[in-house]
């Protein structure tokens, strides 16, 4: 099929920050009382909002999450995404390809706030293809695993859920496209994710960025992807 519209997830899809924003993440916590690998920070928050998590937080630290420590954990992540972001390999491929197969109807839908989200499209070059078409988890009522985000980017663009196209990477972000009503397909360069992510409801896997040209053009020919 033709998609009408493709809707990014961003960190761990566009850019590779996953890495980053959870070793300040590992490191603000361990300051806190919760210590952990950078392994298992990831493990557990990658896809979610640390908002979200505030009753693990303050139940492993026994202390509460205050704005000022929220505050100060984005303006140590975005110093860290600011020296060091790169962009997904194959990424800005990709994107183009959405571009074109879609007539420009594409856009980013994340579950992080806007200022990284922005921010981090423009360190890498990619905030043209999506500039008036970037979606906030933190402006929706409900951040994923509801679909609340890429409902909100969908109807932005005029375009059916289930005639939008999603790209995703984590089991949490694909049951948000999922419950949207769009197809989901899973960017998955770890193959012991996949399993999650196919039952999270995905419809295809693919291991690297830049093979989704070819995925979009198998997509136009009947009874292919």
Not at 13 to 18: G, P, Q, R, T, Y
Not at 31 to 49: D, H, I, N, P
Not at 174 to 200: N, S
Request: hydrophobic share 45%.
């Amino acid at each position: 099929m033709t998609f009408e519209a493709i809707l990014f997830d961003c960190d761990g899809v566009l850019v590779d920050s996953e890495t980053l924003t959870n070793g300040v993440l590992r490191d603000m916590l361990a300051e806190s009382g919760w210590s952990m690998t950078l392994a298992q920070c990831m493990q557990y928050f990658v896809g979610k909002a640390v908002r979200d998590e505030r009753a693990e937080i303050e139940s492993r630290t026994g202390r509460p999450l205050t704005e000022d420590w929220m505050q100060t954990f984005y303006q140590r992540r975005n110093q860290a995404l600011l020296a060091h972001l790169e962009i997904v390999a194959g990424a800005h491929t990709a994107v183009e390809a959405a571009h074109q197969h879609t007539r420009g109807q594409i856009a980013c839908a994340s579950g992080a706030d806007r200022f990284k989200v922005e921010m981090q499209l423009t360190k890498v070059g990619l905030m043209p293809f999506f500039e008036g078409r970037v979606f906030s988890g933190h402006e929706v009522a409900r951040s994923k695993p509801a679909p609340d985000v890429y409902l909100a980017a969908a109807r932005h663009l005029a375009a059916a859920p289930q005639r939008c196209l999603v790209i995703e990477d984590t089991p949490v972000g694909a049951t948000a496209g999922v419950a949207a009503g769009a197809t989901v397909w899973g960017y998955c360069p770890q193959p012991a994710l996949g399993p999650a992510l196919l039952q999270a409801g995905t419809s295809h896997l693919f291991d690297h960025m830049g093979q989704l040209p070819a995925l979009l053009a198998s997509a136009a020919v009947p009874g292919q992807v």
